[in-house]
């Protein structure tokens, strides 16, 4: 039997707030264990939760950049259960009222060796404060609470279940992560618990419409973890519906190390928490006016971005979206162009998605903090195209433009100048070297004069070689060619 995987995901982002969501304490992460738990975090008689403002604000931004309906009034109420770090009995959370409603999500990725894109819908993204965290591994048969996290602001942002395999979620929460990041919300610290994933996996029958019994894996903290927990999850379900059992709707834990997920407790429905309205809280009512004052500090998002770099810089849509991945990487790009010249930005582009990434991931350096700097990587472009340097020498000029880490904007002329990379382009120096080739290799000299033209390849290395990479190619090969004709 074919099956067609169903996932819907719930992410938890912690808001960029130097307080938490109805208290004044601070959100700092890495304090000694409960120096930042409240009266009011922790619920004691007598004090009353205080709406934090700038939580909204990053809410309504969110809103704003996926196309949502921002709720005029929407409603605060206490989700009940019980969890050791949950101080209150209780969290405040939204439920029928979300301040978000609606809204999509479009991101890119590797299918089949292509490059699709997916638009998510998403149902809705509701404010609501952090529980507590229980500590385990430094108490030796007990465990340890730290309710420092207690009420810090969370945005969870949940999809309709539209994904349909682990490298889909993937790139799905990667395009959020982005997203957030982009707009200053959160800081997509994943280590620190910035950015949690919770992921809902069924599995059905191929063309059948009715969904399948649901399982989520909770608290999942980086993108391998997640598409290895899909992986897994969808297995299991699979070989237990095939062997005559049944899913039973639970929420999981994934374990990395074991590669399983492991039953947390059976999955609760809405009505086991009994929500009701929170009677400390008032409805929250954002006007028209607060909307518009949100949108005036908006950056100009990713889907503009792309945009603009097709229309502007006459870029692929793929190159434009890879681009658009980061905050960082889009303002990179256009530093390096308005140094390069518009002329130049489809190279720019291929140096970026190519060497300049490839050099980031293996030495695990994020491009804001790259030792190359725009203006630097600018200039090398620049002596590509006047022909003082070619693409082999480039390569080699880029690693030591990285291993130099110095701010000089003359950077690529000195080092051009000192390490004697400049591309060989007088006639004479290059007709002697041509000359030298084809007295050495007869063979190749022969089959390209009997017709096989790919012979001159050959003869192109080597005095590609001779030159120790700096003869300027597109000359070396005219007079090449010139030379075998005669």
Same mark, same amino acid.
């Given at each position: 039997?074919?099956?067609?995987?169903?996932?819907?995901?719930?992410?938890?982002?912690?808001?960029?707030?130097?307080?938490?969501?109805?208290?004044?304490?601070?959100?700092?992460?890495?304090?000694?264990?409960?120096?930042?738990?409240?009266?009011?975090?922790?619920?004691?008689?007598?004090?009353?939760?205080?709406?934090?403002?700038?939580?909204?604000?990053?809410?309504?931004?969110?809103?704003?950049?996926?196309?949502?309906?921002?709720?005029?009034?929407?409603?605060?109420?206490?989700?009940?259960?019980?969890?050791?770090?949950?101080?209150?009995?209780?969290?405040?959370?939204?439920?029928?009222?979300?301040?978000?409603?609606?809204?999509?999500?479009?991101?890119? %990725?590797?299918?089949?060796?292509?490059?699709?894109?997916?638009?998510?819908?998403?149902?809705?993204?509701?404010?609501?404060?952090?529980?507590?965290?229980?500590?385990?591994?430094?108490?030796?048969?007990?465990?340890? +609470?730290?309710?420092?996290?207690?009420?810090?602001?969370?945005?969870?942002?949940?999809?309709?279940?539209?994904?349909?395999?682990?490298?889909?979620?993937?790139?799905?929460?990667?395009?959020?992560?982005?997203?957030?990041?982009?707009?200053?919300?959160?800081?997509?610290?994943?280590?620190?618990?910035?950015?949690?994933?919770?992921?809902?996996?069924?599995?059905?029958?191929?063309?059948?419409?009715?969904?399948?019994?649901?399982?989520?894996?909770?608290?999942?903290?980086?993108?391998?973890?997640?598409?290895?927990?899909?992986?897994?999850?969808?297995?299991?379900?699979? @070989?237990?519906?095939?062997?005559?059992?049944?899913?039973?709707?639970?929420?999981?834990?994934?374990?990395?190390?074991?590669?399983?997920?492991?039953?947390?407790?059976?999955?609760?429905?809405?009505?086991?928490?009994?929500?009701?309205?929170?009677?400390?809280?008032?409805?929250?009512?954002?006007?028209?006016?607060?909307?518009?004052?949100?949108?005036?500090?908006?950056?100009?998002?990713?889907?503009?971005?792309?945009?603009?770099?097709?229309?502007? %810089?006459?870029?692929?849509?793929?190159?434009?979206?890879?681009?658009?991945?980061?905050?960082?990487?889009?303002?990179?790009?256009?530093?390096?162009?308005?140094?390069?010249?518009?002329?130049?930005?489809?190279?720019?582009?291929?140096?970026?998605?190519?060497?300049?990434?490839?050099?980031?991931?293996? @030495?695990?350096?994020?491009?804001?903090?790259?030792?190359?700097?725009?203006?630097?990587?600018?200039?090398?472009?620049?002596? +590509?195209?006047?022909?003082?340097?070619?693409?082999?020498?480039?390569?080699?000029?880029?690693?030591?433009?990285?291993?130099?880490?110095?701010?000089?904007?003359?950077?690529?002329?000195?080092?051009?100048?000192?390490?004697?990379?400049?591309?060989?382009?007088?006639?004479?120096?290059?007709?002697?070297?041509?000359?030298?080739?084809?007295?050495?290799?007869?063979?190749?000299?022969?089959? %390209?004069?009997?017709?096989?033209?790919?012979? +001159?390849?050959?003869?192109?290395?080597?005095?590609?070689?001779?030159?120790?990479?700096?003869?300027?190619?597109?000359?070396?090969?005219?007079?090449?060619?010139?030379?075998?004709?005669?």
């Amino acid at each position: 039997m074919e099956w067609e995987v169903v996932i819907g995901i719930e992410n938890h982002v912690q808001l960029t707030t130097a307080s938490k969501i109805f208290s004044g304490s601070p959100t700092t992460f890495g304090a000694e264990a409960n120096t930042q738990a409240s009266p009011v975090d922790l619920a004691l008689p007598g004090v009353l939760p205080v709406m934090n403002k700038q939580a909204v604000d990053r809410a309504i931004r969110f809103g704003l950049a996926v196309g949502a309906k921002i709720a005029p009034a929407s409603i605060f109420a206490r989700k009940n259960y019980f969890y050791p770090d949950l101080p209150k009995g209780y969290q405040i959370s939204q439920f029928e009222d979300p301040v978000v409603q609606g809204g999509t999500i479009t991101f890119g %990725y590797e299918k089949d060796g292509e490059f699709v894109t997916r638009t998510i819908n998403l149902t809705r993204a509701h404010l609501e404060e952090d529980a507590g965290k229980s500590l385990h591994e430094d108490y030796a048969g007990m465990s340890g +609470i730290d309710l420092n996290r207690a009420g810090t602001p969370l945005l969870e942002i949940v999809s309709e279940p539209e994904l349909r395999s682990a490298a889909e979620a993937v790139a799905y929460c990667k395009a959020l992560h982005s997203l957030v990041m982009w707009l200053g919300v959160c800081d997509g610290n994943m280590q620190e618990g910035s950015f949690r994933c919770d992921i809902n996996v069924s599995v059905r029958p191929k063309g059948q419409q009715e969904y399948g019994t649901r399982c989520e894996i909770k608290n999942l903290n980086s993108f391998r973890f997640i598409e290895e927990a899909v992986h897994v999850e969808v297995r299991r379900q699979i @070989e237990l519906i095939e062997d005559g059992g049944k899913v039973v709707q639970a929420t999981r834990l994934y374990d990395p190390d074991r590669k399983e997920t492991r039953e947390m407790r059976s999955k609760e429905d809405a009505q086991d928490y009994r929500y009701f309205p929170d009677p400390d809280l008032p409805p929250l009512v954002i006007s028209n006016a607060w909307i518009e004052q949100v949108k005036g500090t908006m950056p100009e998002l990713p889907a503009a971005m792309r945009a603009r770099f097709i229309s502007e %810089y006459a870029l692929p849509d793929y190159d434009s979206l890879v681009l658009t991945q980061s905050k960082a990487m889009a303002n990179y790009f256009v530093a390096v162009v308005d140094a390069a010249g518009k002329e130049n930005a489809k190279v720019a582009a291929n140096w970026l998605m190519g060497d300049v990434s490839s050099t980031l991931n293996r @030495e695990g350096v994020d491009i804001a903090d790259a030792p190359v700097k725009p203006a630097q990587l600018a200039l090398m472009l620049k002596r +590509i195209a006047d022909g003082t340097i070619n693409n082999k020498t480039a390569k080699e000029l880029f690693g030591d433009m990285w291993a130099a880490k110095s701010d000089d904007d003359n950077l690529v002329d000195a080092l051009i100048e000192s390490k004697g990379l400049k591309q060989i382009s007088d006639t004479g120096a290059l007709e002697a070297i041509v000359n030298e080739v084809i007295a050495n290799n007869e063979k190749s000299v022969e089959q %390209y004069r009997a017709g096989k033209e790919a012979a +001159i390849n050959a003869l192109i290395g080597q005095a590609m070689k001779a030159s120790r990479g700096k003869a300027n190619p597109a000359q070396l090969t005219e007079l090449l060619k010139a030379k075998l004709a005669g």
